[in-house]
């Protein structure tokens, strides 16, 4: 029983083997394995026929198959062996050559170990060798001149001095500075043996540079000269002798030359005649005057431009006063000829405004100069001398105009024409010609109250001492007509307020004087006068009753005060006709007719005033209206 029921189970496990087996490869996706799929490839090489004879044989055909392909591999094996044979044999051969040459190698090696450190001492003495020479060509290099440097420094056939010479100059000179670090640094006598040849180079140097400058100084135009000179005064300054002897030697040179081309601008003019000679226009004192000083104040500031270009290197001295120096004495030559001829023509100048206007014409040349001088100069002291000249000769000259037309006398017999004056007017007409070329330079500010007080105080004086020789309404009215103009004259200019404030009273009060007589001539035609008389003095009785203030007295005083409102012109003093001034004439008629209506207002208070006995309507106008019919 129990080998049947393990029998059983046998066969139920192979079945179930083969079931899952079965199962396996029905569930076995052929299309994803590649290996499957490579060896059906390769068996559709050699099955060709699928038939119950081939399916038989398929087994045996893939053993003989697979033994074929073996049968390959080991031949193809067979080959590689001995291929690896013949290498190892070739291997092992290298291997002992390899050992041989070790051997000798280390012999070699035993033997070059001597000549390698030999070798190594002399590639170090080699290097310290070559760094000793480098040194010694440096140094010499450093401290010493090639020949070329040597003969640019002495100095040959050619005395031109260029680039190349300031070069070895400027080497000299760091020679020294490296000698005296080399004596610093204890090697004295190389440092001393150096320095005394450098010593030597230097003064022969200095001399060749000395000689040269002082004649590139008269051609510093030329652009080449101008470089260098510069150069030559940086290193000339470290000779004080020898700089000081070329500063004046720039300065004689320069000098000379624009004195040549100052006199060249008065006598030839420039290139080709043109501009023309200054001295063409000597007739004309203010352009001659003038063109003589905008030459000097055009060439000033181009000898200020060269001394500037030929100190710009210069350190050990001071530039602004060795400039300033320099600048004062090339001008210093222009200063003769400029005051001979400017002095001949203040000299011989007869008219004052044109010796005002070249007082200011040099005051304002002579700022401007100063300006680009810096300093005080000779010309400075030239021009200040020429204006002071200039300005004395102008107040002479307006003192002698002023007093020449004072001495004509405006009264004949007694009568004198109101008008303004032919003395007032040509006094006045000089007055704005000088003030017309007043300067606005600051120094010219001081001159205005002194020609105002030249003009002004003898004009006045005189128009009061002629007033005194006229009737009292002449008088008022001459001075009016002369002191207006003159104070609308100086209100102009910047003149003294307290002078104006002065003109003023003085027409205020001949106003004042005017208004008075204008007042009293009406009232004295009108016949009021008696009657006015007659009311401040009355006791109390009634004025109708009392002669001189009845009623047919004062019907005739109104007759006349209409004539007066139809024609007040007919009511004025004749000479204030001849005023000159509207406002005048208006504030006289204004003024005066003020005061009438104040005399009239008192007259016809004592007319309305009951006591007095007068009829009503004696008087048909009132104050006001009659102060509105005068158009006060």
Same mark, same amino acid.
């Given at each position: ?65 697979? %033994? #074929?392909?073996?049968? *390959?591999? @080991? ?10 044979? /013949?290498?190892? =044999? $070739? ?110 180079? %230097? #003064?022969?140097?200095? *001399?060749? @540079? ?10 510093? /135009?030329?652009? =080449? $000269? ?133 007082? $200011? ?272």
């Amino acid at each position: 029983m129990p080998e049947e029921e393990r029998k059983f189970v046998d066969e139920t496990r192979n079945e179930t083997v083969l079931a899952r087996k079965l199962k396996k490869t029905l569930h076995l996706k052929v299309e994803n394995d590649e290996d499957t799929i490579h060896a059906l490839k390769e068996l559709s090489t050699f099955f060709q026929e699928n038939n119950l004879k081939t399916r038989r044989n398929l087994r045996g055909q893939i053993e003989r198959r697979s %033994l #074929e392909i073996n049968s *390959d591999f @080991l031949k193809a094996f067979q080959l590689v062996k001995e291929n690896l044979d /013949e290498i190892h =044999e $070739n291997v092992k051969g290298m291997s002992d050559s390899c050992k041989s040459m070790q051997v000798r190698l280390e012999k070699s090696k035993i033997q070059t170990q001597e000549l390698m450190s030999k070798t190594n001492e002399l590639q170090s003495k080699r290097v310290q060798l070559g760094m000793k020479k480098d040194l010694s060509e440096k140094m010499r290099e450093k401290l010493t001149l090639t020949n070329k440097e040597v003969n640019e420094l002495k100095g040959g056939s050619d005395q031109r001095i260029t680039q190349d010479f300031f070069t070895a100059l400027e080497k000299v000179e760091q020679i020294h500075i490296d000698c005296k670090v080399l004596i610093s640094a204890g090697h004295q006598t190389t440092g001393f043996a150096v320095g005394e040849k450098m010593d030597g180079y %230097l #003064e022969l140097a200095m *001399d060749r @540079l000395y000689r040269w400058a002082q004649g590139a100084v008269r051609n510093i /135009e030329a652009g =080449e $000269n101008s470089t260098n000179l510069s150069k030559a005064f940086y290193y000339l300054q470290k000779k004080p002798i020898l700089f000081n002897h070329i500063v004046d030697e720039f300065i004689s040179s320069r000098r000379q030359l624009i004195v040549r081309q100052f006199l060249d601008a008065l006598t030839v003019g420039g290139p080709g005649g043109t501009p023309r000679p200054i001295e063409m226009h000597a007739h004309e004192p203010t352009r001659y005057v003038g063109d003589m000083l905008a030459w000097l104040h055009q060439a000033c500031p181009g000898e200020a431009e060269n001394i500037t270009q030929l100190l710009k290197l210069s350190t050990d001295v001071d530039k602004a006063e060795l400039s300033a120096k320099i600048l004062s004495g090339i001008t210093e030559g222009v200063c003769r000829p400029l005051k001979s001829r400017i002095e001949q023509i203040l000299i011989s100048e007869a008219s004052a405004i044109v010796l005002y206007k070249l007082t $200011n014409l040099i005051r304002f040349y002579d700022g401007t100069i100063s300006e680009v001088l810096k300093c005080s100069s000779v010309l400075s002291s030239t021009l200040c001398e020429l204006q002071q000249l200039s300005y004395s000769q102008f107040l002479s000259l307006l003192q002698t105009s002023v007093t020449q037309q004072l001495a004509k006398n405006d009264v004949i017999d007694g009568h004198c024409d109101l008008a303004l004056s032919l003395t007032t007017s040509s006094l006045l007409g000089l007055l704005r010609d000088v003030l017309s070329g007043h300067s606005v330079v600051e120094s010219s500010q001081s001159d205005l109250p002194v020609i105002v007080r030249a003009v002004v105080d003898p004009l006045t004086l005189h128009l009061q001492e002629t007033a005194q020789k006229l009737p009292r309404q002449d008088a008022a009215v001459y001075l009016l007509n002369n002191l207006h103009p003159l104070r609308s004259t100086l209100s102009l200019y910047q003149s003294d307020d307290k002078r104006l404030t002065e003109l003023n009273k003085r027409m205020e009060v001949c106003l004042d004087e005017l208004v008075r007589e204008q007042t009293e001539f009406i009232i004295l035609n009108l016949e009021l006068l008696p009657i006015l008389t007659i009311i401040s003095k009355n006791d109390g009785s009634p004025l109708a009753s009392v002669p001189g203030t009845h009623r047919e007295a004062i019907n005739s005083a109104m007759a006349r005060l209409d004539n007066l409102l139809s024609a007040p012109d007919l009511y004025v003093i004749p000479s204030t006709r001849l005023l000159l001034s509207s406002q005048h004439r208006k504030h006289l008629r204004i003024f005066s007719h003020k005061e009438l209506v104040k005399s009239y207002s008192i007259l016809y208070k004592a007319v309305l005033d009951p006591s007095n006995g007068y009829e009503a309507g004696t008087l048909t106008k009132t104050p006001e209206q009659v102060e509105q019919l005068l158009q006060i």
